[in-house]
């Protein structure tokens, strides 16, 4: 039987324990035929080379600087393509997986001609009975790519539809001839909705994009970005919260067309009124400083 060949891509950035915990629960997968690329992004904590020593046999791919999830990734999947990879995976270092989440996802995708790309069922690694991401719908009118049943409690006769608007780049597993057709991740992004202008891309080639309810993960949420980060200024880093801002404005202005022209930016208007009196409120200036410089950049563009 045909087992088609997959790089799976898992990007390092100062987070040694959850990299760490990923790649273990990776050596329990049931899909053999994989090869795994650990990309460290500029780590400055040592835990891209500590890894290293610990899985040899992966791929090891080491940034001198902090390239971003779109870089980070374009740099593997680049190599990916050269080595004529059937499938590439994106997986985020904060996740942990189901032995057969793989196998499942593989079988999905060469069954169905007409998917550029498909994840699985996210659920809440500190509450694993809840849901963090089953697939996106957009709000076209206010510009908005929203996640379907997050917080629903999960149980195995809930119903989930198969298909998404837009899929989650905390695990993606995408064609590589589709790739080849679409492009890399658009690096501009850095770091935030590069998969939602990736799945507007593959489907303005006429793909469709699945989920498979039965191929499970386990997310930390949020677990790279809000790290150590925890005072005045919140869990979230004032850099996450500027990368959103602007990279939202970034998307809509890159996919002017797919969006509608008024509301988006009426809603972009309420957002940035909400951001700037909760911020004030709270004391945060840092972040308000930074959702400011957001706006201008994300203008910029």
């Known amino acids: ?39 460290d992004n500029g780590s400055v904590d040592g835990s891209g080379d500590k890894i290293y020593t610990e899985f040899p046999k992966l791929n090891y791919i080491k940034n001198t600087t902090n390239l971003g999830f779109s870089g980070g990734n374009n740099g593997a999947i680049k190599q990916a393509l050269k080595q004529d990879f059937d499938y ?6 904060d996740t942990e997986v189901k032995p057969n989440f793989l196998s499942l996802l593989v079988n999905r995708l060469e ?10 069922l996210i659920l809440n690694y500190g509450k694993r009975d809840t849901i963090w991401n089953a697939g996106g719908t957009f709000n076209t009118f206010f510009g908005l790519p929203m996640t379907r049943k997050k917080g629903t409690v999960y149980t195995k006769d809930l119903s989930i539809d198969t298909f998404t608007d837009w899929i989650s780049g905390c695990c993606i597993l995408v ?4 790739i080849k057709e679409v492009g890399l991740l658009d690096v501009r992004f850095f770091a935030y ?51 959103n801002v602007r990279n939202h404005i970034y ?16 809603y972009q208007v309420f957002k ?7 911020f004030i409120l709270r004391g945060r200036i840092e972040k308000l400083k930074m959702v400011w410089r957001g706006v201008i950049d994300g203008l910029k563009y």
């Open 1 to 39: 039987m045909h087992s088609p060949s997959v790089a799976i891509i898992v990007i390092n950035w100062n987070t040694y324990q959850l990299t760490f915990d990923c790649l273990k629960s990776l050596g329990k997968m049931s899909y053999k035929n994989h090869t795994v690329f650990l990309v």
């Open 88 to 93: 590439v995976l994106l997986l985020n270092s």
């Open 111 to 120: 069954a169905d001609i007409t998917l550029a790309a498909v994840q699985p």
């Open 175 to 178: 064609k590589t001839d589709v």
């Open 193 to 243: 909705f590069e998969d939602v202008d990736w799945s507007i891309r593959m489907k303005a080639k006429d793909y469709q994009l699945g989920l498979e309810p039965r191929s499970i993960i386990y997310h930390h949420e949020s677990g790279s970005s809000k790290k150590n980060n925890k005072s005045k200024e919140g869990a979230l880093s004032p850099f996450a919260h500027y990368l």
């Open 251 to 266: 998307l809509i202005k890159k996919h002017a067309t797919f969006f509608n022209s008024i509301g988006t930016w009426v």
């Open 272 to 278: 940035m009124m909400s951001y700037t009196i909760y």
